[in-house]
């Protein structure tokens, strides 16, 4: 199992989609380029590192000898300064665009993919919907343009058999061997349907939806001989490029095959021929993205960038050439909504509130068992989801995403049997009724989540030295302690699969690992959800 280098950092992760692009394009990598030992990547990587940690790249030795091409450390200084370069060009400064030439004039050995990977970036960050004082791509059930407040628009028409086989993956979308063993094996169940909880590597792109996802499935179900329905949600990485693979990735129909059974929106509701069950998926991508830098800077880069103060040629023909717009993208308000600004981490994820309103009436005119989906976590026992009480006689915890949990809270001890989510690449079956122990609000203490499971770990490699299993927060695992095995360093890749069986009685779960390139399914943990 190789390492695939992920970056949460929006400018970061599209730096490295625009290379692995360049790669595909000019060296025919496609489906392997998130594991290929290309040093490009290899640069952005180190490069990445060391903005994220904050430590500064020196610059390669004196004069030009015993500089190398295929020196990690020369091409992440490299990818400092083109990546440099292309924001000096947006921003219109000519003084430091001037500064960052006389230090590239240095590797006289050249790159033309440099030149391929500037250009993909550049309209990558054009079309970021934020840089054009628009919204992220979404489509809402109160707008004219989709559901024109129809409150059946984001279900879907078809209808998964009473006795339904379903699989479950997270987090999938790398295109790797990795993830198409996850896949293969969880075809071997001969699923009804899969069902994929987001996130596709590095920043959601159209040409990384079209290799490392509808590309993986078409793979997967050619060898199998099938072609199964697959629906999807975005997570964080989706909405990276403004959703805009998304959603072309769900007009092209390529993971369904009859027109009933499209889906329309970033959510949705799939249920079961009686009524017994109902998948209830969300967008929690929309507000789960963030950029890495300040308002200040990033509005000083798009006035530029507004103000057409860029040294491209204007042509009217270009779609990708915006001829006038807002460029204040902190104005861009959704109706009843607070604003959300990008530039920097919300307090804590939600979906939007017209949204949460379709799924209150998908959750209150159902008759049967609800199991929610989600990208992000609704707690978790390593990562930070929530903000820090005000005092001692509050709610809100670290490793509680207690927004969310208001969102939705009302409805766990009826409508709601099981909740997944993604986001953390791994495998987390949570004690069952899980609330944290020193609660005092009485309406959040007597609302207790029946099962809550974190399942993002269908393709991202974890290495053992991450400790995934390390916790920092008190949210222990179901008393059986089910972990994902860890192999020659590495854990195994996992999913689970959902067997209905009929309207009133319980749903049977079972949870599989993969062991690398075998896509033999290993048993690790099986429950029912009632």
Not at 159 to 181: K, N
Not at 320 to 340: A, E, G, R, V, Y
Request: charged share 20%; proline share 6%.
């Amino acid at each position: 199992m190789k390492e695939v280098a992920i970056h949460n950092s929006p400018h970061l992760s599209l730096w490295k989609s625009a290379a692995c692009e360049a790669l595909a394009k000019e060296k025919g990598i496609s489906k392997q380029d998130a594991e290929s030992d290309h040093m490009l990547l290899h640069g952005i990587d180190r490069y990445a590192e060391a903005v994220i940690h904050n430590t500064a790249i020196p610059e390669p030795g004196g004069g030009d000898i015993g500089i190398s091409y295929d020196d990690v450390e020369v091409q992440a200084y490299l990818s400092m300064l083109n990546h440099q370069a292309v924001h000096a060009k947006i921003q219109g400064d000519k003084k430091w665009q001037q500064q960052i030439d006389k230090q590239r004039s240095r590797f006289k050995f050249g790159n033309p993919l440099w030149e391929q990977q500037w250009i993909q970036y550049f309209w990558y960050y054009w079309d970021y919907p934020y840089h054009k004082g628009q919204q992220p791509h979404y489509r809402s059930w109160k707008d004219k343009r989709y559901g024109n407040n129809n409150l059946n628009y984001g279900s879907i028409d078809w209808r998964i058999p009473s006795d339904a086989t379903v699989a479950l993956i997270g987090d999938i979308g790398t295109g790797t061997d990795v993830a198409a063993t996850v896949l293969s094996s969880a075809m071997t169940h001969n699923p009804d349907v899969i069902l994929h909880v987001g996130d596709i590597y590095y920043s959601g792109t159209p040409f990384e939806f079209q290799h490392r996802f509808i590309g993986l499935y078409n793979e997967v179900m050619k060898v199998h001989g099938k072609h199964i329905p697959m629906y999807t949600i975005p997570g964080n990485h989706e909405y990276f490029t403004g959703g805009i693979g998304f959603f072309n990735c769900l007009d092209s129909c390529q993971l369904i095959q009859h027109d009933n059974q499209r889906q329309q929106a970033s959510y949705f509701s799939l249920r079961s021929a009686d009524d017994g069950w109902q998948f209830l998926a969300m967008d929690t991508g929309y507000y789960g993205h963030y950029m890495d830098v300040s308002p200040a800077i990033q509005e000083v880069a798009l006035k530029l960038l507004h103000n057409n103060k860029v040294d491209v040629p204007q042509d009217p023909t270009n779609p990708h050439w915006p001829q006038s717009f807002n460029p204040h993208f902190l104005n861009c308000k959704i109706p009843d909504n607070p604003i959300h600004d990008p530039t920097s981490a919300p307090e804590m994820i939600t979906v939007r509130t017209d949204e949460l309103a379709w799924h209150q009436n998908q959750l209150e005119g159902f008759s049967g068992r609800t199991v929610l989906l989600s990208h992000h976590q609704l707690y978790s026992a390593t990562q930070k989801v929530g903000v820090a009480p005000q005092s001692v006689d509050k709610d809100d915890r670290l490793y509680v995403n207690t927004a969310l949990w208001n969102q939705f809270g009302q409805y766990f001890n009826i409508e709601i049997a099981a909740w997944f989510w993604g986001h953390e690449h791994n495998l987390g079956i949570y004690e069952n009724d899980f609330a944290p122990s020193d609660w005092r609000n009485t309406k959040l203490a007597n609302q207790h989540l029946k099962k809550g499971r974190c399942v993002g770990h269908s393709a991202i490699p974890v290495k053992e030295n991450e400790k995934p299993y390390e916790a920092k927060y008190p949210v222990p695992l179901v008393q059986d302690n089910p972990k994902l095995s860890c192999v020659n360093g590495w854990y195994n890749r996992g999913y689970q699969i959902l067997q209905l069986q009929g309207k009133g009685s319980p749903m049977h779960v079972t949870y599989y690992e993969v062991n690398d390139g075998d896509q033999t399914p290993i048993k690790l943990y099986e429950e029912k959800i009632t």
